[in-house]
T-cell receptor, first 115, second 109 residues
Framework: AAGVIQSPRHLIKEKRETATLKCYPIPRHDTVYWYQQGPGQDPQFLISFYEKMQSDKGSIPDRFSAQQFSDYHSELNMSSLELGDSALYFC??????????????FGNGTRLTVT | GIQVEQSPPDLILQEGANSTLRCNFSDSVNNLQWFHQNPWGQLINLFYIPSGTKQNGRLSATTVATERYSLLYISSSQTTDSGVYFCAVLTGGGNKLTFGTGTQLKVEL
């Protein structure tokens, strides 16, 4: 079965640079989520989209932005990178969780290292 | 916001042992899921279980929504069960799934 695809798997950037992470959800899933997980931490919700519209926003810095495109893939754009942005970034997708049985399926994540 | 606490925070088992992991949440939820994060960082969905009991092989889960807790049972543990187990909950009408603090499990030979 198709899974959530994230790219790149690893990314190394310097401070003040920009980064773009991509996510391709499972086909027919209409909800996409982005999470950030620091070392030894639980995943922290950043932002979600339902049918290409932003639906919820969590602790996402103003330096970050995200969007979902017409083909349902999503991108997380990160600017003015800081050392503290080094983390594992996950994308997940599901059917609309408000309508019932809608387990989240996660991609393998993008490990971002800021030097 | 909702608080999601898991216990124990750390657990070491001998292969073949059974264990129970607990997830307590501070408010009503309409969606609860259990995940396993393996040592390579992959997050695998184990159960979608807002209420009731489900079983999948050696794993089973029970959620008692009225008492605001969920339990994950692991029987006949194997070394491949090692990793971090998270519960995550959804409240209200939004899409924000909040993760618990996690239980770090190590299964030894």
């Amino acid at each position: 079965a198709a899974g959530v695809i994230q790219s790149p798997r690893h990314l190394i950037k310097e401070k003040r640079e920009t980064a773009t992470l991509k996510c391709y959800p499972i086909p027919r899933h209409d909800t996409v989520y982005w999470y950030q997980q620091g070392p030894g931490q639980d995943p922290q919700f950043l932002i979600s989209f339902y049918e290409k519209m932003q639906s919820d926003k969590g602790s996402i810095p103003d330096r970050f932005s995200a969007q979902q495109f017409s083909d349902y893939h999503s991108e997380l754009n990160m600017s003015s990178l800081e050392l503290g942005d080094s983390a594992l970034y996950f994308c997940a997708s599901s059917l609309d969780p408000r309508t019932g049985n809608a387990p989240l399926h996660f991609g393998n994540g993008t490990r971002l290292t800021v030097t | 916001g909702i608080q999601v606490e898991q216990s124990p925070p750390d657990l070491i088992l001998q292969e073949g042992a059974n264990s129970t992991l607990r997830c307590n949440f501070s408010d009503s939820v309409n969606n609860l899921q259990w995940f396993h994060q393996n040592p390579w960082g992959q997050l695998i969905n184990l159960f979608y279980i807002p209420s009731g009991t489900k079983q999948n092989g050696r794993l089973s889960a029970t959620t008692v929504a009225t008492e605001r807790y969920s339990l994950l049972y692991i029987s006949s543990s194997q070394t491949t069960d090692s990793g971090v187990y998270f519960c995550a909950v959804l409240t209200g009408g939004g899409n924000k799934l909040t993760f618990g603090t996690g239980t770090q499990l190590k299964v030894e030979l």
